[in-house]
Structure formats: structure tokens, C-alpha cells
């Protein structure tokens, strides 16, 4: 059986999508015969896979070629799946960025198809002994979607987290070619149940189709120790960018250094931003804005290994995460099964990952004095603090341990293959 995974990046280190798929891909190495990682975008370093891997690059010289642009463009047109969005959102007529939106995703969906087929028949490939298996739930999967009308006995899962599932993200709230897409997935996965259940209340009719696939990250083998000297230590971990509200949390770190002017407090973020100078400029507002008695530093991100490693070798005392929206986290699963205590917006698949077992759930919405609370739960309640650590570990082994998750996943694709039945 062939696996053909088509990614936003991965192999290639342009973004963090490593983070979320080395492990996965290990798993899917040593179950299938053939791995085939089909990347929209080959920039950056190209990073090692296990040996039956193969990866195709022209899929991206593909989508980036002056003449596939053009062509993409003008297959919208010939598209009743356009004119079908147009019937039921009439306002994209009068709201430019969403018709854009329409344009690249049918126009990426169509490439895809066209691509898809070529090498389809390039290869020669037998499509009854293949599995296609889309990392986003975007306009490949649509893409792949459209190549069952030459190719009826194509199986079709996909994954969807945050980006590409909560539509809430977009003003207005609106995702292209949506049903569409639904109508052509053997399978979605959400990688939550809130986002199972939120794809059962937005499009009822597909709701056979739907499941949750929990990520998950291995056995880091060790517990991360708490401070033992007096400082409350604070580490939050993602890209830099407004849904993540970093400087939502840094103003709550400042509410509590000042309130409580002798606890020190220390805050680390892991993370970049895709804009130059942001990180920076974070660092700037943190110096500007917190007393004497706290400090923030924000050293980017560099591999999943060196997170982990600060993990192993130095104190944590909580972990925060502000989302205004999230899938889960992979930043949070790395947390709790190395026994960090949590804190997290109720929102999304936060809810899952943070309860009332492993930390404290705060409104989706936090002011700054909210999360000032929160903090002083950590340092003044140290045995509450310490079941907590207990319960992060524990959450970890039963929901987020990636040998588990994945052997199960690839069951399921197995037999989604194998029975030719949707699940």
C-alpha cells in the first residue's frame, strides 16, 4: 500500500510544520510500503526522512510557474464550484479579500487536480492501492478531491486543525469551497473533539465523515523539575502572531509583577513571527513594560530537540497559552507530558488539553488582571500546584502519546483503504 501525504512545506524546514509531522512520519514510514511527501512549498533546508520516504519537488515548480498561474486563474471561470459559492454568499461579490480568497482556492484546487493526474499517469500508479492523505484540510484536498471523477476509486482523508477548519478566524467568517470540499473527503480528521463538534454543527449533512485524530508527541523520558529558588517561572511556545495574543500575555505577566513587587517572575517564548522585526519588538515592549522584579526573553525557535532539551535541563513552573482560537497545540502536548502545569483560553481544543486535572482554563477572552490571578494560583498554592504537575503527565499518557495516536490513525487509514468505505 502507498501512502501519498501532500504538506504545506515539510521536509523542508520554511516553516515549523517538522513540529507537527517528524514523529508522524516515522510511524507511517514503518507501516506502508511507499511513502511519497508531496510539499506545496520546497524552500529552505530540506531536512532528512527515513529511507523509504520519497519526496517530490515538482508539484511546487508546478503551482509557481507562470503558465499554471494563468491557467489556474482561468479555470475559476470554467468552475461551477465558483458560481456555486457566488449563489450562496452573494456578499463575496462586494468583499474583495474573500473573493480573493475564492480565487486562490479554487484556482490551487485545480492545479492540484491537473498535477495529480499527470502523475497519476506518469507513473502508472494503481490509485486502488494508494491512500491520499492531506496534512491541512485546504485546496489540495480539494484538489485530490476533484481527480475522483477519472479516478472513482480514489480514498481521500485529510487532517484539519485551526487555520484551516475554525472559520471564525476569517471577517468575515467564511472558508471557499467548503461542502465541496466535505462532499469529496472519504475522511476528516479533527485534531480535537471541539473541532469535531464544531464541524458537526456548521455542516451537519457530513457528519459521518468526521472524526477526531488526536496528535501527539513521544515519551520525552524525564519530568521537568520546579524552581526551588523563590522564582516563578513562566514559559509560553508558538509563532508570533495576533491570534496567539503574546502581548496579551506579557500584559498579564506585568499586572502581576506589580501587584506582587518581591515575587520575581522570569518568562520565556519560544517562537518567531513570518514578519521581520516582531520578535524584536516584543522583546523591546517587554523591557519598556515589566517592573524591576520580572523579566521576558524571547530567544525564537530553533528544533523541537533544543525545546525539549531546555525542558529536561531547567526549571518550568507553568505553561501559558492566550489563543483567541486553537486546534491542540502541539507546544501544549511537548508541555504536559514533560508534567508542566497548565494554563489556557477556553478555547478550541485547549479545552481538552488543559482541565481541571493539569491546570486552569481561562476565559476565551482574559484580561490582563485575569491572568495576573492565575499566576499567583501557581505561587501561592504550592501542593495544588504540584497535583497539577501529576495530572499533565498523567493526561499526557492517556490522550497525547504519539506511539499510541498514530498506530491507531494508521489502522484507520488501513481500513479506509481496504474496505473502500468512508468511516
Not at 180 to 194: C, I, K, Q, T, Y
Not at 209 to 221: N, S
Not at 317 to 324: A, G, I, L, Q, Y
Request: charged share 25%.
Amino acid at each position: 500500500m502507498i501512502l501519498v501525504l501532500f504538506t504545506a512545506s515539510y521536509p523542508f524546514d520554511v516553516a515549523t510544520e517538522q513540529t507537527f509531522l517528524k514523529d508522524e512520519i516515522e510511524h507511517l514510514a514503518e507501516s506502508f510500503e511507499r511513502v511519497v511527501l508531496v510539499p506545496r512549498k520546497c524552500n529552505g533546508k530540506k531536512l532528512p526522512v527515513p529511507h523509504n520516504v520519497e519526496v517530490l519537488e515538482d508539484y511546487f515548480s508546478f503551482l509557481n510557474s507562470s503558465a499554471s498561474r494563468f491557467s489556474g486563474a482561468m479555470s475559476v471561470f470554467a468552475s461551477p464550484l465558483f458560481y456555486q459559492d457566488l449563489f450562496t454568499h452573494p456578499w463575496l461579490l462586494f468583499h474583495a479579500p474573500s473573493l480573493g480568497r475564492l480565487f486562490a482556492f479554487l484556482g490551487g484546487a485545480h492545479l492540484t487536480r491537473q498535477w495529480l493526474e499527470h502523475w497519476l499517469d506518469k507513473d502508472h500508479l494503481d490509485v486502488s492501492q494508494c491512500i491520499f492523505y492531506t496534512y491541512w484540510f485546504d485546496q489540495g484536498a480539494m484538489g485530490i478531491g476533484l481527480a475522483k471523477r477519472l479516478h472513482p476509486d480514489l480514498r481521500l482523508v485529510s487532517r484539519t486543525h485551526g487555520y484551516d477548519l475554525y472559520e471564525e478566524r476569517y471577517s468575515p467568517p467564511y472558508w471557499p469551497g467548503r461542502p465541496a470540499s466535505l462532499g469529496v473527503v472519504d475522511a476528516l480528521f479533527a485534531d480535537s473533539d471541539a473541532g469535531v463538534d464544531y464541524l458537526k454543527r456548521r455542516y451537519p449533512a457530513f457528519s459521518s465523515r468526521y472524526e477526531a485524530g488526536f496528535l501527539g508527541v513521544r515519551d520525552p523520558g524525564f519530568i521537568t523539575a520546579p524552581s526551588s529558588d523563590g522564582v516563578l517561572r513562566i514559559v509560553s511556545c508558538s509563532i508570533i502572531r495576533p491570534v496567539k495574543r503574546v502581548d496579551l500575555l506579557l500584559e498579564g505577566i506585568a499586572n502581576a509583577a506589580r501587584q506582587r513587587p518581591d515575587q520575581k517572575i522570569e518568562w520565556l517564548h519560544f517562537g518567531n513571527s513570518e514578519s521581520e522585526g516582531v520578535r524584536e519588538n516584543m522583546q523591546k515592549s517587554a523591557d519598556e513594560l515589566l517592573p524591576a522584579n520580572a523579566r521576558a526573553f524571547f530567544p525564537g525557535y530553533s528544533t523541537q530537540q533544543a525545546l525539549m532539551d531546555y525542558y529536561r535541563s531547567n526549571p518550568v513552573d507553568v505553561f501559558f497559552n492566550v489563543s483567541v482560537s486553537e486546534g491542540t497545540p502541539v507546544s501544549s502536548m511537548e508541555a504536559i507530558s514533560c508534567g508542566i502545569p497548565m494554563v489556557a483560553t477556553g478555547v478550541g481544543g485547549n479545552c481538552e488539553i488543559v482541565t481541571d486535572r493539569n491546570g486552569l482554563l481561562l476565559s476565551p477572552n482574559p484580561s490582563p488582571e485575569e491572568i495576573a490571578e492565575a499566576i499567583f494560583k501557581f505561587v501561592d498554592a504550592p501542593e495544588w500546584t504540584a497535583s497539577k504537575r501529576k495530572g499533565s503527565r498523567a493526561l499526557w499518557h492517556e490522550k497525547y502519546n504519539a506511539d499510541e495516536n498514530f498506530r491507531a490513525f494508521i489502522r484507520k487509514l488501513k481500513a479506509i483503504r481496504e474496505t473502500g468505505k468512508t468511516l
